[in-house]
Every structure is written in structure tokens, then in C-alpha cells.
């Protein structure tokens, strides 16, 4: 839904920007306060010290308040070590590239199979491989606690690189499936007539023409491992944190948005931002249409 | 929220179980057990504690990790103090303190004996106590092992040991190790509500609510805050006059009878009130349905949004340290609220029997017990001290005088004169349930929410 969205917003910006309409320019106005606005109210909770109803604006201001401060408070506490942003920040960004890599070396095979290849038993294959969309985490999430405090895995990093794994292969697998089958058989071939061997035409043909549903692939990889809260909850047990386990203890329990949970909040959304940004031209808008209309 | 919290840890708990069955392993590490009972016997001298902990090179604390003031103390206090020892401290940031308690739980049921489980210390008190001790998963008894336990009381002929030897009336049995004093404290905020109008007991909190609905809430119970002013309703309104002593009792001394007719008249009243909190709906026969916020954090939203005129929670230094901290207004103050008595308790530092730095655990124990880490918590933080003042030093005891945070509107001496302890830690399950069955989802009469809170306990 929403990639198609972002589709289609981009091909009237670029195509249609002369003809676009009261409505058009309505509805795009739309988006970007719906997508932007929320953050206004976390920017400005970010720099207060006191802000209470009814003030529109913080009584009184981070900066104002700061000097007198015994104690580090707002963006000075979300930057020192004892927050912990820096940590569970470089903890949630290793964990995610991880996941993506292994998720990715998984999910190539596996999707060029059943992309490619007819055999018994597929279409099970098929939904097998979507199960974990299917059931929710928290159902499974206790058994595999239970599971991984005998293995020793509970509170340890390759424990939470398992469980992020879950989620993440049905997408990739549904993503990379799309672009194989999208994908000619025709090129290898040919690269193989000519005289290249599996690996050469692997990283020469087929490699470069699927990179960019890969790297679509990964970028969905990576944004839900970043914002996987409840299984890194239960299997990292407090030991490991991550930027959503660590917003969930700010703001559980349904108190004011104060200064260190808005900062902490800010901050949550900057790997994603990253990456996004990082991997826009890389990926082709169709690549999101079909992964998810195919 | 709270429900699906427990629904989730008796799951994890059976599920514990059933496989731990399987594969339980009764033996912990045999190396931990030595130390154990050398430890607890007090064949260990202090020296040879710090050795091992010194080897064992980290502990593991789970303390409620919901303030930046907190944790900024203890990363700047508490993990130098342990570096001296060659100790790395790692903290577990909780949400809720049965979450620690979970865990250790759910590794006992998988067959982690001594030595064995990740968790070395747990700041602990109350049900979450009483939890441990009944399933026999407390470390042992240390309290008075430690070289800094010369600053409690822990002699039983002694009336000032009775916080230390007791929490909520259940008795520690110095398996754990009071850190910290706990005052249940009401404020107000003197823009919105004079002094002079503030209610002082129940009786013109319902008069006043009647005057002015909506004005007032409380923390839903079982979350430990609601649960206190719940108790101190039940205090105020026993038929004996006896306050707080008949809560005293263990639920099965007490019996299910006796237990409803001390607490009938309370229950009434939170009955009584309930149309006049917030949202519920005022006196015109329509019932609203009144807001409970989950915790002191929602509680304290309410208040500071002007939403509610008094927020009653824990925290003696509170309103102090939340005007330094820009959540309260200037013109908050504290309100000697309700003058039959307000509750004030200890709370603790528990060892699980699992901790797999025991004698890491004793020395973290012993840092946090010294008078010099007592009165910077006190003066940094406003946590009140867990050591008993009068077993320091005149110049300790001016230096307490001297960083203590105002208590913010009203005197240690009116304080002092209103101060009642917690009620039987056995009591607070029948307490939350009958509430929850009787105010909030009024699913019967009072004495079927009563017997069927005993009969769930």
C-alpha cells in the first residue's frame, strides 16, 4: 500500500507537476502533514523542561534550564552513556545488517526456486514460508524463550539474529520470488552458451540484474528488524537493548512525553531514515509494486 | 495491560515448567555452592568475598529503570564504587520488578540451580519478595553478613528493626537488604487548590469531590501505587479504630470473614467515590466510567496537565526533585493527605539463589548499604535512606540534615506524626482483587469478590 503510494506521489512530481490539479496539490499537502506533523509535537517536547497543559508552547525551555541542572537533563541525558541511545542505537543497526546479510543469503535460493522451478508440494512451500506473517510473535515468542534459556541463547546476540530472522525471510523471500520471476531465463542462459561457468554467470549476470530488487529486499529487512520490539524483548531479557526496546521503557505506562522520551523517540526513527536514504536510487519503484502485487 | 502481563507470565511459567521437566538439572554450579554455604555459615572472611568477587569480575543488577536521575546516579555513583573492587556493574533497566522475578522463575522451573541463573541482585520489595521467598529462591540470609549491615537494625528486641525485618508485614528473614525508604505522599498544586481547601482526610475528599468532581483519581491497582491508597482507605475506615494494626496479620490468621468486616466500610467508600473521579460522570445517577491511569507516570500526567487537582504516590522527595526536573510546576507542594495515617515502607535488595555472581552480589549489597552512597542518594536523587540514621555519626547525621530535599510544603514532624507501615504482604493480592472484582468490574457483591479474591491468592 504504502510503496505504491510512493510510487505514485514520485511519477506525479516528476511527470505531471504542471497539470497537477487542486486536488492533486490537496492531497499531497495531505501526505506530507500526515507523515511530518507528528514529529512537530516530538521536536518541540524534545526541548522543553516544562510543558504543561494548556501551553501551547514549553513554559520553559531545555536550554534555559540546563545550566541550573544538578542532574543532565533532556538531550544532554539522551547523549550521555547512562541513556544508553548510543548503545542500543549501534546494537540495533549491527543486529539489523546482520539479519539482512543472513536473511538475504537465506532467502536467495530459496526464492529463486520457487520463482524458477515446478515441483510437488510447492504451494505449500509457498505458504509455509509466510507462516510467520501468519501467527503472531507473541505466541510463539514465550516458546522460543523457554527453548533458548537451555541453549544458553537468551540475552545473547546470536539469540536475537535467530528470532529476527523469523520475520524478516517471508518478505524477502516474497520480494526476491517477484523479481526472479521477472527475471529471463534467457540472460544465463546465453552467459552460460558463451562459455562462463555457474559462479561467473551468477556474479556477472545474475547478480547485477536482480541487485536492485536485493537491495529492495533488504532495505524491508532491515526497517522491520530495526523495529522489532517484542521478540528482542523476550529473547535479549534486558541484557541486550535496542532502540525499540529501549523506547518501550520510556514510554510504557501512559505517561507525559517528557523531554528524554521524545529525544529517545527522535532518535528511534534515524537508522531507518538512513537507510532509506541511502538505498533510494538503488531501487527501482517497480520492484515495490510487484513484490507485493505479484 | 496488566492483564495480559500476568496471562503472559503464568504461560511462561507452565511452559517453564513442562520443560524444565524434562530436563531438569537439580545441581547448580558446584563451585557457587561451596561459596554459598561458606558464605551464609560466615566461614568467609570479608576479604576472601572480595577476591571471589573481584574473579567473578561483574554483577548483574534489575532495579525499576523508569528515572533518568536514578539511572544517571548509579552509572555515576554505584559503577565506580564497584570498579574499586574490580567489579564491572551491569544494570538491567526494568519497567516492572516482576519482570526480574519472572525470569528467575522461569529458570528455576528450566532447572538453573545456584550458580546458574542472569540475574546477581533485584531491587525488590513486597509481593515481588514474598514471590522469591515462597518459592525458596532467595540467595539466603545475607543481610547481616555484610560489613555495612552494622548500619540497620536487626536486633528483634528492637522496635526500630521492625522495617528492616519485615516488608509489608512479611517477614525478610535477612534475605534481603533494605536500600531505600519509601513515603506515600500527596501534592498538590497551590495554583489550582489552596492549601486551605485541600482535603486533610476521607471524609472532605468525598465532601470536597462532591463539590468538585471529577477533581481527583488514583493509580488502578494491583500497579503497587493504587494498591497503597487502597490501603489506606481500609485503614481509615476499619470498624475497630485500630487502623493500620488488624492488617497486620497474615490472610489466613486473619481469616475471609474477619477480612470483610474490617474492610467493608473502605471498600464502600471507594465505591461511594467513584462517580465524582475523573470521567466518572458525577452524582446524576449516569455512571461514567471513572479514569484509573496504569501507573504514577499516568497519574503524574493527569496532575501536571491540570486534569486532577491532588496526585497521591510514593516518593517522599517527589514534588522536590520533580520541580528541579521541570515535570511539576513551581507552585506544586505537598499535602499531609489522609491524616489517618500515611503509609511509608522500606524497600530492598534481594539475591536470587540463582545469581551467578554471588559474591559480586554481596559486595554491590554492602556499596549500596555504605552511609557515604546512603546520603548521596538522599542528596543527589531524594531517595530516602535505607540505612537507619541513628546508627551514623553526629557528623553523618548533619550531613543527612544538610542535603535533604524540602519536603516541599509541610514539616518532618507532620509527617512523622501520620506515618503508618504497609499491610501483610499476604494481604495484598485479596486487597487488589477484591478491587478489582468489587470497584472495577462490579461484578458482584462484596463478599463474593472477597471469597473468590481469597480462594484465587
Given amino acids: 500500500m504504502i510503496a505504491r503510494r510512493r510510487a505514485g506521489t514520485t511519477e506525479i512530481r516528476r511527470d505531471d507537476r504542471d497539470r497537477l490539479g487542486p486536488f492533486g496539490r490537496f492531497y499531497v499537502t495531505f501526505v506530507v502533514v500526515a507523515v511530518v506533523g507528528p514529529f512537530i509535537p516530538l521536536l518541540i517536547a524534545s526541548f522543553a523542561f516544562r510543558w504543561n497543559w494548556p501551553d501551547l508552547l514549553p513554559s520553559r525551555w531545555w536550554w534555559e534550564a540546563r545550566e541550573t541542572a544538578r542532574l543532565p537533563l533532556g538531550w544532554d541525558y539522551v547523549f550521555s552513556p547512562v541513556s544508553r541511545v548510543l548503545e542500543s542505537a549501534g546494537n540495533t543497526v549491527l543486529i539489523a545488517l546482520l539479519v539482512t546479510l543472513l536473511c538475504t543469503l537465506i532467502s536467495l535460493p530459496a526464492a529463486r526456486v520457487l520463482a524458477r522451478e515446478r515441483f510437488r508440494g510447492k504451494s505449500f512451500v509457498e505458504f509455509f514460508l509466510l507462516t510467520p506473517l501468519i501467527v503472531p510473535e507473541i505466541a510463539v515468542g514465550l516458546g522460543i524463550l523457554v527453548t533458548f534459556i537451555q541453549l544458553g541463547l537468551a540475552g545473547t546476540f546470536t539469540g536475537i539474529i535467530l528470532v529476527h530472522l523469523i520475520p524478516t525471510i517471508p518478505y524477502m523471500v516474497r520480494v526476491l520470488t517477484s523479481v526472479f520471476q521477472g527475471l529471463s531465463r534467457d540472460y544465463e542462459e546465453q552467459a552460460r552458451v558463451l562459455g562462463a561457468g555457474p559462479l561467473r554467470t551468477m556474479w556477472h549476470v545474475t547478480l547485477p540484474m536482480i541487485m536492485p530488487g536485493v537491495i529492495a529486499g533488504g532495505l524491508f529487512a532491515f526497517l522491520i528488524s530495526s523495529n522489532i520490539f517484542l521478540l528482542t524483548f523476550f529473547i535479549g531479557r534486558g541484557r541486550i537493548e535496542t532502540l525499540p526496546t529501549l523506547l518501550f521503557s520510556r514510554v510504557s505506562g501512559g505517561g507525559a512525553l517528557d523531554a528524554v522520551a521524545a529525544g529517545v523517540a527522535l532518535i528511534v526513527c534515524i537508522p531507518g531514515i538512513i537507510m532509506l536514504v541511502l538505498t533510494e536510487r538503488f531501487i527501482k519503484e517497480e520492484v515495490f509494486a510487484k513484490g507485493f502485487g505479484g | ?457
Avoid at chain 2, 74 to 84: F, G
Fill in chain 2, 1 to 457: 495491560m496488566t492483564t495480559i502481563r500476568s496471562t503472559l507470565t503464568l504461560l511462561l511459567i507452565a511452559i517453564a515448567m513442562i520443560v524444565g521437566h524434562v530436563h531438569a538439572q537439580p545441581q547448580g554450579d558446584p563451585d557457587a555452592e561451596a561459596f554459598r554455604s561458606a558464605f551464609l555459615a560466615g566461614d568467609l572472611s570479608w576479604d576472601a568475598v572480595l577476591e571471589r568477587a573481584a574473579a567473578e569480575g561483574e554483577v548483574v543488577w534489575a532495579h525499576w529503570g523508569g528515572s533518568e536521575t536514578l539511572n544517571t546516579w548509579i552509572d555515576t555513583v554505584v559503577r565506580p564504587a564497584l570498579a574499586e573492587y574490580g567489579v564491572t556493574l551491569r544494570t538491567s533497566r526494568l519497567t516492572n520488578t516482576r519482570d526480574a522475578v519472572d525470569l528467575v522463575l522461569a529458570e528455576a522451573a528450566a532447572g538453573r540451580g545456584v550458580g546458574q541463573g542472569s540475574i546477581d541482585a533485584i531491587w525488590i520489595n513486597g509481593e515481588n519478595f514474598f514471590t522469591l521467598s515462597s518459592q525458596g529462591l532467595n540467595f539466603g540470609s545475607f543481610a547481616d553478613l555484610v560489613p555495612n549491615s552494622q548500619y540497620f537494625h536487626f536486633d528483634t528486641s528492637n522496635p526500630a528493626s521492625g522495617p528492616n525485618l519485615f516488608d509489608f508485614g512479611y517477614p525478610t528473614n535477612r534475605e534481603e537488604i533494605p536500600w531505600s525508604g519509601d513515603q506515600y505522599m500527596c501534592a498538590i498544586d497551590t495554583a489550582r487548590l489552596e492549601r486551605s481547601e485541600a482535603p486533610a482526610d476521607f471524609a472532605e475528599l468525598e465532601a470536597w469531590l462532591r463539590e468538585n468532581p471529577g477533581r481527583f483519581t488514583y493509580v488502578r491497582p494491583p500497579q503497587y501505587n493504587g494498591n497503597t491508597f487502597v490501603q489506606t482507605v481500609l485503614y481509615a475506615h476499619n470498624p475497630d479504630g485500630d487502623g493500620y494494626v488488624s492488617f497486620q496479620n497474615a490472610a489466613d490468621a486473619l481469616g475471609v470473614d474477619e477480612f470483610i468486616r474490617i474492610t467493608q466500610p473502605g471498600y464502600e467508600y471507594l465505591q461511594r467515590i467513584e462517580p465524582f473521579l475523573l470521567g466518572g460522570g458525577g452524582s446524576d445517577g449516569m455512571r461514567g466510567s471513572p479514569i484509573y491511569p496504569e501507573d504514577q507516570n499516568g497519574l503524574e500526567a493527569l496532575f501536571v496537565n491540570g486534569e486532577i487537582d491532588m496526585a497521591c504516590q510514593f516518593g517522599m522527595y517527589n514534588t522536590a526533585v520533580s520541580i528541579e526536573t521541570g515535570r511539576f510546576a513551581e507552585t506544586a507542594e505537598n499535602v499531609i493527605f489522609p491524616a489517618q495515617g500515611m503509609i511509608k515502607n522500606k524497600n530492598f535488595i534481594g539475591v536470587p539463589i540463582n545469581a551467578p555472581n554471588p559474591a559480586a552480589a554481596m559486595v554491590l549489597a554492602n556499596v549500596l548499604a555504605s552511609p557515604e552512597n546512603q546520603i548521596s542518594k538522599l542528596g543527589t536523587i531524594g531517595y530516602v535512606l535505607g540505612i537507619d540514621a541513628d546508627l551514623l555519626t553526629a557528623e553523618q547525621q548533619a550531613e543527612i540534615d544538610a542535603v535533604a530535599p524540602s519536603l516541599v510544603g509541610i514539616t518532618y514532624d507532620e509527617l512523622g506524626a501520620v506515618t503508618v507501615p504497609d499491610t501483610n504482604a499476604s494481604l495484598v493480592d485479596v486487597i487488589e482483587g477484591t478491587w478489582t472484582a468489587f470497584i472495577e468490574r462490579r461484578s458482584g457483591s462484596f463478599e463474593d469478590s472477597v471469597r473468590a479474591a481469597f480462594a484465587d491468592r
